[in-house]
């Protein structure tokens, strides 16, 4: 069983600006509840209940979302209002750790700040703004593979040749069921340079001793720590292993992948999906009837 769970979340989010000036990206909505809760709630499902956000500067908001907010329960209880109550109530239970990043020197050295509190049993990572779809089971998937094999896991896409520079890419050895044994790993490569178009998306099973190379690790791309470097030192030591995630994933800290999340969660939302269908299949209806269309 895995317990323990991180969440980075101390970057600084410039794809989605200005919106992260001075709020952060983990807390922009989809449709009623922000992305960092979407993964927290991923993790509970999986049975790991002790969790850590790595925060940073402009990132109070998130612990403050974690909270409980007696002033709102109150006013909630006190106006009969149980179903808001029960919705802001429901992650109480949990206990969050908070680790702060004093300045966003890249994934990894956000993954080394969680080292006191991981200690040493191996923990998941959840990249909030990869959403994972709720009816999905890939973390779990996840678990499994890794604690039958005794061996870290990380969650792979098959990438379009177009976006293997906005990923980690494996190079890896096929050994069916979706698990690749990993060769390789290379941060963000060029099309021509990509050993393959298995690109490393934002759930990883680690075990503690990545925390022993990322203590020594130089920064790399970018100027930032990077996992994927210290992966490739890591798949060098002892068997590492990538699973394909076939199911749908949205890439919710780009503008892009962010509306296609919103649209995708809202027509499947109890409350709201008929009603934004309607409006949707009328927009298309305009959209594609007028004689001047608006694109
Ligand atoms: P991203 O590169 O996707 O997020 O990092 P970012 O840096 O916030 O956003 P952009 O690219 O500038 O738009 C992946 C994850 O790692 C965390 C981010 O918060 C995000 O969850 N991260 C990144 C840190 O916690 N610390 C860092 O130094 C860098």
Redesign the pocket.
Known sequence: MIKKAV??????????LPA?KASP??MLPLVDKPLIQYAVEEAGNCGMEELLI?T?KQKRAIEDHFDSAYELEDALTKKGKKDLLEMVRRLNHINFAYIR?R?????G??ILCAKPFVKVEPFAVL???DVIDPEDSLLADMVGIATERDAPVVALEMVAEDDVEKYGIIEGKDEGGGIYRIKRLVEKPKPSEAPSRLGII?RYILTPDIFDILETLPAGKGG?VQLTDALNRLAGRRPVYGYLFRGKRYDA??KLGFLQATVELALKDKALGAAFREFLAGLMKDEFSSPHPRR
């Open positions: 969440f980075p979340a101390a970057g600084l989010g410039t794809r989605f992260t990206k983990e790595i940073g990043q300045a966003p020197l890249g994934l050295h956000a990249l909030s703004d934002g930032e800290g780009d």
